[in-house]
């Protein structure tokens, strides 16, 4: 998990928020997220039971944003963010386009 959250933090466009669904396991991972705290807006979602899909659509159910990326506890290229953002298609209105460029979230099931 450090290293996804190394390569999160590496992004040449940061997500606006961190959306991690999180099932305890004792191992520690907590700790990582805490360690990360000042760097990412981490938002933490306890997963007491469940499965995999219940992990996706609880992040995507305490996600803000109008983009939503899994990671997976993956290692990101530098400008994944960046390259999905300029996927999206742009909005006609000049309001509906800055909420377009600010809430990107990114959420992981660990």
Request: hydrophobic letters at 35%; aromatic letters at 6%.
């Amino acid at each position: 998990m450090p290293c996804s959250l190394t390569s999160v933090d590496s992004q040449t466009r940061k997500p606006e928020e961190e959306v991690i669904a999180l099932k305890p396991s004792g191992d520690g991972s907590e700790e990582v997220m805490r360690s990360f705290s000042s760097q990412l807006p981490i938002k933490l979602v306890v997963q007491e039971k469940g499965n995999f899909t219940n992990a996706v659509q609880m992040a995507i159910d305490n996600a803000k944003g109008n983009v939503i990326l899994f990671l997976d506890n993956a290692v990101a290229e530098e400008r994944w963010v960046e390259k999905y953002e300029n996927l999206t298609p742009c909005p006609t209105s000049a309001e509906s386009a800055e909420n377009h460029t600010k809430h990107i979230s990114r959420a992981v099931w660990l």
